[in-house]
Structure formats: C-alpha cells, structure tokens
C-alpha cells in the first residue's frame, strides 16, 4: 500500500521559514508527479507548487520567489522550502503523487494523498 507521509510543519512568526518533507513508501511503481497543496479554513484546497518526473516545477502566483519545491527520487522524497512567510500562508499542506506503472512527464493530480502537516504563521 502506498504510504505518504509528510513532516515539517510548525508555528512560525511572518517572515521566517521552514521546510517540509514527504516520504513515498513505494518502490515498486513509477512515482511520477508530485505536488504540494494546502487548504485554509474555509477555503477550497489549492496547488501551491508541482515538480514533474523530470523535474519542471510550476507553483501558485502567490508563492512564486518565496518557495521552491524539490524532489529526490532516490529517497522518494519530495520538499518545499518556504521562505518569507506570511500569515495567509497559514494551512495544511498536503503531499500528492501520481504513481503509476509507466511513465509520465507532465504534472497531473496524482491519486494518493499524505495526512496533512500544518503550518501556521503568525503576524
């Protein structure tokens, strides 16, 4: 069973940072797209960044300069490094991977999902 578990999460004042980590226990299938996502209270879950098998990124208009998301396909690791924070990045962020028995390029919603690490930002 595909296993995705995020950490890194935490309490932090505006303009600090952190960074966070998803591990993918699998290591039979292709893991191929993955993504960060977050939802704040009262509010849909939204893309804030994605990184194809092959390494193009894409992130949210809100986060571009302030984050960078990374993959090591050795670890099955996915990061998001956050810097300059700012109270309305307060959420959960969510890990997502598309994990199939073939390979794929493009970035796409992958069907697995982590439990979620929060983090929230204070003023």
């Known amino acids: 069973q595909v296993q995705l578990v995020e950490s890194g999460g935490g309490l932090v004042q505006a303009g600090g940072s952190l960074k966070l980590s998803c591990v993918a226990s699998?290591?039979?299938?292709?893991?191929?797209?993955m993504g960060w996502y977050r939802q704040a209270p009262g509010k849909q879950r939204e893309l804030v960044a994605g990184i194809t098998s092959i390494g193009s990124t894409n992130y949210a208009d809100s986060v571009k300069g302030r984050f960078t998301i990374s993959r090591d396909n050795a670890k099955n690791t996915m990061y998001l490094q956050m810097y300059s924070l700012k109270p309305e990045d307060t959420a959960v962020y969510y890990c997502?991977?598309?994990?199939?028995?073939?390979?794929?390029?493009?970035?796409?919603?992958?069907?697995?999902w982590g439990q979620g690490t929060q983090v929230t930002v204070s003023s």
């Open positions: 699998e290591s039979i299938f292709r893991i191929n797209a």
């Open positions: 997502n991977a598309d994990i199939r028995t073939t390979l794929t390029t493009t970035f796409r919603l992958g069907a697995y």
